[in-house]
């Protein structure tokens, strides 16, 4: 299948600060790529649909101004969680639409810990 | 998406076929039966997919119902590595909600 990664792996910081995750497709081009969280236990939830070269569209109760999200290359998304705050911390999940053979392949996660 | 109900929890016997069943009944004629799962702390692995002819790749077949309100995915020699949560989904690839899986637990 397709080959999703993410960076970082894990990452830790200080209530208040803003973390940035990549997400990139790096065997196809990704004309649409998937933001979804997964708190302890549960399942995933997607958070938001991004298209590249437009704004992304936010899943509700999810909000824009919180998480950023660029993506302004075929092979690359970014979400940028602002002012963090603990309740944040979670695992999160990109993945990525190939449209040519029509599968839907995910990166391997972040887990973000907030202090 | 359509709603789909799964087992919560499964056991199966190292080199024994596990049988995961999966019911969809709303589901609508552009949908596709997606399977997918995640190992711990791993993100979601795909597995298969299928409109309504049963499907087989390296890890699996797929047997959809011919109404398509069900399925079961077949992993046919399952070992300790299969041990994970199992998702199915019903819908497009362009939108794919996760429900609660089913653990399966693959034993010695």
């Known amino acids: 299948g397709a080959v999703v990664s993410q960076h970082p792996s894990w990452v830790i910081c200080k209530s208040g600060t803003s973390v940035k995750i990549e997400c990139r497709s790096l065997?196809?081009?990704?004309?649409?790529m998937f933001w979804y969280r997964q708190f302890p236990k549960q399942s995933l939830m997607l958070m938001a649909t991004?298209?590249?070269?437009?704004?992304?569209?936010?899943e509700q109760g999810v909000e824009k101004d919180k998480f950023l999200i660029n993506h302004a290359s075929l092979t690359l998304s970014t979400l940028t969680v602002t002012s963090a705050h603990p309740e944040d911390s979670s695992f999160y999940i990109c993945?990525?639409?190939?449209?040519?053979?029509?599968?839907?392949?995910f990166g391997p996660g972040t887990r973000l810990t907030v202090t | 998406d359509a709603k789909t109900t799964q087992p919560t929890s499964m056991d199966c016997a190292e080199g024994r076929a596990a049988n995961l069943p999966c019911n969809h009944s709303?589901?609508?004629?552009?949908?596709?039966v997606y399977w997918y799962r995640q190992i711990h702390s791993q993100g979601p692995q795909y597995i298969i997919h299928g409109l309504k002819n049963n499907e087989t790749n390296e890890m699996a077949s797929l047997i959809i119902t011919e109404d398509r309100k069900s399925s079961t995915l077949i992993l046919p020699h399952a070992t300790l590595r299969d041990t994970a949560v199992y998702y199915c989904i019903a819908g497009t690839a362009s939108k794919l909600t996760f429900g609660t899986g089913t653990r399966l637990q693959v034993t010695l």
């Open positions: 065997d196809f081009q990704a004309t649409t």
């Open positions: 709303t589901i609508s004629g552009n949908e596709y």
């Open positions: 993945s990525a639409l190939d449209r040519a053979s029509g599968s839907k392949d």
């Open positions: 991004s298209n590249e070269g437009s704004k992304a569209t936010y």
